[in-house]
């Protein structure tokens, strides 16, 4: 079955102060992993996918690292508006197969 | 549409009640999903949709769900006899078949009193 295991649960940064969230997964095969923001009452907005170990992607403050095991999400000296839930997710490689989710990790960046 | 739009934003229903949830998917996404997300979970898959057919229902917790998406655009998830514990956030999702990153709607707060 697959995983997907985020941590921490919640972080909290006072502004400018970088950090990473980690997204480790257990799949049959990755077709890719996938980062979303959450900001609240609201859908998951996209951000990246990752298709291959080694592979990184980067978006003003944000980049994304893949590995076998794990992905982190980078965040470089962050602002209050990166405040939001971060969720990662895997894909199998057959098909369509629906995205797997994570809890995510509870993102708070204070002034 | 410029994106996937659901509705109700909230619904209020009574235990026991039948409710209908609306997704209306990005034009020409041929791929819809719907997922539910209870407070502090990720979303969890329940059911996805390529063009009318529903082409993987593992994630429906029981019979009391079902989904509907007669002419391949806008979907409906049909809840009978609901219960305390359906409440949650139903959010849908639509893609370009084999394309990456879904595009979320904000979802519907449905709450069984």
């Known amino acids: 079955e697959d995983q997907v295991t985020q941590s921490p649960e919640a972080l909290r940064l006072q502004e400018g102060e970088s950090s990473s969230l980690n997204c480790s997964y257990t799949?049959?095969?990755?077709?890719?992993l996938f980062w979303y923001r959450q900001d609240p009452g609201k859908g998951p907005e996209f951000l990246f996918t990752l298709y291959s170990a080694g592979e990184e992607k980067e978006k003003e403050r944000l980049k994304a690292t893949l590995t076998k095991k794990e992905s982190f999400l980078h965040i470089t000296a962050p602002k209050p508006e990166d405040s939001a839930t971060y969720l990662c997710a895997v894909q199998a490689p057959s098909g369509n197969t629906p995205l797997v989710f994570g809890k995510g990790t509870r993102l708070s960046v204070i002034a | 549409g410029a994106g996937v739009s659901q509705t109700p934003s909230n619904k209020v229903t009574e235990k026991g009640k039948y409710v209908e949830l609306r997704c209306d998917p990005i034009s020409g996404h041929t791929a819809l999903y719907w997922y539910r997300q209870s407070l502090g979970q990720g979303p969890e898959f329940l059911i996805y949709f390529q063009g009318t057919g529903a082409a993987d229902d593992s994630g429906l917790p029981n019979d009391r769900f079902f989904a509907v998406r007669p002419e391949g655009s806008v979907s409906t998830l049909k809840i009978q006899r609901t219960e305390r514990g359906d409440s949650a956030v139903y959010l849908c999702?639509?893609?370009?078949?084999?394309?990456?990153?879904?595009?979320f709607g904000s979802g519907t707060r449905l709450t069984v009193v």
């Open positions: 799949v049959s095969g990755l077709r890719g």
């Open positions: 999702a639509s893609s370009l078949q084999g394309s990456d990153g879904y595009t």
